[in-house]
T-cell receptor, first 113, second 113 residues
Framework: DTGVSQNPRHKITKRGQNVTFRCDPI?????LYWYRQTLGQGPEFLTY????????KSRLLSDRFSAERPKGSFSTLEIQRTEQGDSAMYLC???????????FGPGTRLTVL | DQQVKQNSPSLSVQEGRISILNCDYT??????FLWYKKYPAEGPTFLIS?????DKNEDGRFTVFLNKSAKHLSLHIVPSQPGDSAVYFC????????????FGEGTQLTVNP
């Protein structure tokens, strides 16, 4: 399978705990994006990387959220001190530079109890 | 502020008929528009796109129309098939924003046999 993969697919955690999600983009895609989707809404942009550089962060990305893409390959999204409002589907997407279409992974569903 | 809006949360059509999904936007800097389809428990799948220099793009049963003066686009599916039943998201991007996508809320399409 050569699509975008995300792990884990589901995560249940207690309020206050830290969680980390991983995204493996399509090989050789140098742009990688993170989005968050809540029930009844479309995906909302969080941040994106071009290779290893984080080029843009949304104001939705509070200081409890941090994303990395070491070596420009896979990426991780960490949420510290989770809150119930963080419960959502976290989607990762990738594309080659100058390509408008983005290719999405299956997402990680986070439930904060 | 919601820069991309899909005012119809749901649409139901008969198999073989035309499905028309609508989308409005407010940001005049958007210059590329995309439609994604999403099945439950999966990430969004790219369907069709259109650049702001065109007013129509066709791919098989799917046609997207863009009316820049009205800031409106629509997706036509002809003929509709039961397998088309899914949530459809309209998305837009500005070249200057690094290709982040701004999504609408989605329209649930149900095609009845």
């Amino acid at each position: 399978d050569t699509g975008v993969s995300q792990n884990p697919r589901h995560k249940i955690t207690k309020r206050g705990q830290n969680v980390t999600f991983r995204c493996d983009p399509i090989s050789e895609h140098n742009r990688l994006y993170w989005y968050r989707q809540t029930l009844g809404q479309g995906p909302e942009f969080l941040t994106y990387f071009q290779n290893e550089a984080q080029l843009e962060k949304s104001r939705l990305l509070s200081d409890r959220f941090s994303a990395e893409r070491p070596k420009g390959s896979f990426s991780t999204l960490e949420i510290q001190r989770t809150e119930q409002g963080d419960s959502a589907m976290y989607l990762c997407a990738s594309n080659p530079f100058s390509y408008n279409e983005q290719f999405f992974g299956p997402g990680t569903r986070l439930t904060v109890l | 502020d919601q820069q991309v809006k899909q005012n119809s949360p749901s649409l139901s059509v008969q198999e073989g008929r035309i499905s028309i999904l609508n989308c409005d936007y407010t940001n005049s800097m958007f210059d590329y528009f995309l439609w994604y389809k999403k099945y439950p428990a999966e990430g969004p799948t790219f369907l069709i796109s259109i650049s702001s220099i065109k007013d129509k793009n066709e791919d098989g049963r799917f046609t997207v129309f863009l009316n820049k003066s009205a800031k409106h686009l629509s997706l036509h599916i002809v003929p509709s098939q039961p397998g088309d039943s899914a949530v459809y998201f309209c998305a837009a991007s500005e070249e200057t924003s690094g290709s982040r996508l701004t999504f609408g809320e989605g329209t649930q399409l149900t095609v009845n046999p």
